[in-house]
């Protein structure tokens, strides 16, 4: 049950907090000379409890990895004294819960093991849903937007139109449950921010695949401070005046700087790179603020990082490359 105080939770999250790896760790586990040696040191560290090493193999610390995770995810529910708002940083895993059983639907085979468990919809009701193609019981913009894919499926299928369009259908509902809440705390700067930088990095993406207008209106998402317009009216401005274009509300420079920076080095992981790096920035602000969410989902943030760099770390050495870690939370 979601706790009603919040000296409670932030106590409680602050202990956890204090079990996570830091950067230094995760810094020697992706120095580690074999998978053997990461996963001895990983387990020193007390990850996993008190599972043996032997048990673990190349293709079950995945599963160790998940499964830390959505321990996590269930303790920040239990804690938190605003369920409505905490949960919609649960989204995410919802949205590739549906995407992932639309498409097994449609290819006729099971729902494949990288379903996760953890997201706001358990993954019963998700099935349920998706089976029947019956999306009442569904936040109306997931509803309507469901509804919406399904009658388009009798036509065409076309992956890229439906995953852009369950995107849509997550920020709609954020947009909705804040306006409600009239909530202008970090959730709403966190979720407006992402929304401007994907869809900035939309346009880059639209212009290096060379789609139309209204390819771009199906990719660009609600809740940002810059206005779809401005989006769909720069499809063909010259790459140099792209980022100027974008420098509008409270992150606007960053985006446009971002834009530029990408256009000077051609390198685009740099789009998602500076996003990663101003969320959690965002998160950071609110880190010290003991009478709000900012502990509790700074703490689901940093968990789902830590599970990041955990993959790379363990995925990196099994094909013998080289990583940068993600954005980390400390």
């Known amino acids: 049950m979601p706790q009603a105080s919040y000296e409670y939770a932030v106590g409680r999250i602050s202990?956890?907090?204090?079990?996570?790896?830091?950067?230094?760790?995760?810094?020697?586990?992706?120095?580690?000379?074999?998978?053997?040696?990461?996963?001895?040191?990983?387990?020193?560290t007390g990850y996993g409890g008190n599972i043996a090493a032997e048990h673990i193999n190349n293709q079950e610390i995945d599963y160790l990895i998940r499964e830390q995770l959505q321990i996590s995810r269930r303790m920040v529910w239990e804690l938190?004294?605003?369920?409505?708002?905490?949960?919609?940083?649960?989204?995410?895993?919802?949205?590739?819960?549906?995407?992932?059983?639309?498409?097994?639907?449609?290819?006729?085979?099971?729902?494949?093991?990288?379903?996760?468990?953890?997201?706001?919809?358990?993954?019963?009701?998700?099935?349920?849903?998706?089976?029947?193609?019956?999306?009442?019981?569904?936040?109306?913009?997931?509803?309507?937007?469901?509804?919406?894919i399904e009658n388009e499926l009798t036509r065409s299928v076309d992956p890229l139109i439906f995953s852009a369009e369950i995107d849509q259908a997550m920020f709609k509902h954020i947009k909705r449950v804040l306006d409600k809440k009239n909530d202008h705390s970090f959730v709403r700067e966190y979720f407006s921010l992402m929304a401007d930088f994907q869809n900035a990095r939309s346009v880059v993406r639209a212009r290096l695949m060379h789609w139309d207008v209204d390819k771009l209106r199906v990719l660009l998402l609600d809740g940002g401070e810059i206005d779809h317009k401005v989006f769909l009216d720069n499809i063909d401005t010259p790459m140099e005046q792209l980022g100027a274009e974008f420098n509008r509300g409270s992150h606007g420079k960053l985006i446009s700087q971002t834009v530029e920076e990408y256009v000077t080095t051609g390198q685009t992981p740099v789009l998602k790179h500076k996003m990663e790096t101003a969320l959690m920035n965002v998160l950071r602000s609110v880190k010290w603020n003991m009478f709000s969410l900012g502990p509790i989902i700074g703490y689901l943030m940093a968990r789902e990082a830590e599970a990041k760099a955990l993959r790379m770390i363990f995925g990196a050495n099994r094909g013998g490359f080289e990583i940068e870690l993600p954005e980390l939370y400390a």
């Open 15 to 44: 202990v956890l907090s204090n079990k996570m790896l830091d950067a230094a760790q995760l810094r020697r586990l992706s120095e580690a000379g074999t998978f053997h040696e990461a996963l001895a040191m990983l387990l020193e």
């Open 80 to 148: 938190t004294p605003e369920p409505e708002l905490t949960s919609l940083f649960l989204l995410e895993v919802d949205t590739h819960n549906i995407k992932t059983l639309l498409k097994a639907r449609l290819l006729g085979v099971d729902a494949p093991d990288v379903l996760i468990a953890g997201g706001y919809f358990s993954l019963e009701f998700l099935k349920e849903c998706i089976k029947t193609k019956n999306y009442d019981a569904m936040p109306d913009a997931y509803r309507i937007m469901m509804n919406k």
